[in-house]
C-alpha cells in the first residue's frame, strides 16, 4: 500500500455515472490484485481480510445503506485504503459496472437463499452466474462460496460443475476460518458452513 496516501473521508463510492464501467483507479492509490464481495452486509469479513492483505485491493457490493455504513465506518477507523464500498445491485454490477478481467477473487458468502420454489429464481448463483463471473475474473481466478443453505448449496455446485471453465479447489484454511456476519450467528445456532471454491481457468 502506498504509505503516503491518506485515508479517503468515506470509503462508499459516490458515482458519478452509473452508465460507464468503473475506474479502478480512482478507488484505490495503488495498483494491486483485486478481489470483490458480492453482498457483502454489515461487512466484518471484508474489513478484516483488507485489514489482512494490505497487497490487494477490496470492491464490497451492498445495495443497503444502513449496512454498507458499517463497513465504512471500521475500514476508516483502521485507516484502510485497499476498500472501497460500492452501493448498488449486484447483477448490474457484475454485468455493467466492473471492468473485464478485473478481478482476482469473487467472494460470495451467504447470499439470500430464496427457499419458496416460487421463488428461486431471485437467487443469485444460478445457471447465468458462472458466466457473469468468467466475464469479470481474470485468467485463473476463484469464486470463494458459503452458505447455511444445503439445498441452495447443491445448486451452486450444480451449476458450477456445469461450466468447463471453472474447477473446485479447497477453500484456503486462512480465508475459511475468517467467518461472517451471518455465518457467525448460523454457526452459534449450530447450522454447518457449506463452502466451495471454484478457479477459472489461467490464460
Ligand atoms: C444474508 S446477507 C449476508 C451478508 C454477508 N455476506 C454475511 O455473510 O454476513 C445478504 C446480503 O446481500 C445483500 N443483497 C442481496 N441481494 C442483493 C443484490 N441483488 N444487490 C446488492 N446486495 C444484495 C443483502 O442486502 C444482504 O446484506
Redesign the pocket.
Known amino acids: 500500500m502506498d504509505s503516503a496516501s491518506s485515508p479517503p473521508s468515506s470509503l462508499l463510492h459516490e458515482f458519478r455515472t452509473i452508465l460507464q464501467p468503473l475506474t479502478l483507479a480512482e478507488h484505490f492509490p495503488t495498483v494491486q490484485p483485486l478481489e470483490v464481495e458480492l453482498?457483502?452486509?454489515?461487512g466484518s469479513?471484508i474489513v478484516e481480510w483488507a485489514r489482512r492483505n494490505p497487497d490487494r485491493n477490496f470492491l464490497a457490493?451492498?445495495?443497503?445503506l444502513g449496512?454498507i455504513r458499517k463497513p465504512d465506518k471500521r475500514g476508516r477507523r483502521l485507516g484502510l485504503t485497499n476498500l472501497s464500498l460500492v452501493r448498488i445491485?449486484?447483477?448490474y454490477f457484475l454485468e455493467y459496472l466492473l471492468p473485464p478481467a478485473s478481478a482476482a477473487a469473487i467472494h460470495v458468502?451467504?447470499?439470500?437463499p430464496w427457499p419458496k420454489v416460487k421463488h428461486r429464481h431471485y437467487r443469485?448463483i444460478n445457471e447465468r452466474f458462472p458466466a457473469l463471473a468468467r466475464r469479470v475474473l481474470q485468467p485463473g481466478g476463484v469464486v470463494h462460496l458459503r452458505t447455511d443453505h444445503v439445498e441452495y448449496f447443491e445448486q451452486m455446485q450444480t451449476v458450477f460443475r456445469a461450466d468447463a471453465a471453472f474447477t473446485e479447489e479447497p477453500t484456503p484454511a486462512d480465508l475459511a476460518a475468517l467467518t461472517?456476519?451471518?455465518?457467525r450467528e448460523f454457526n452459534a445456532q449450530g447450522i454447518p458452513t457449506n463452502r466451495a471454491s471454484w478457479r477459472m481457468r489461467g490464460a
Do not use: C, H, K, S
Open positions: 453482498g457483502a452486509g454489515d469479513f457490493v451492498e445495495r443497503l449496512r445491485e449486484i447483477g458468502y451467504f447470499p439470500d443469485l461472517t456476519d451471518f455465518e
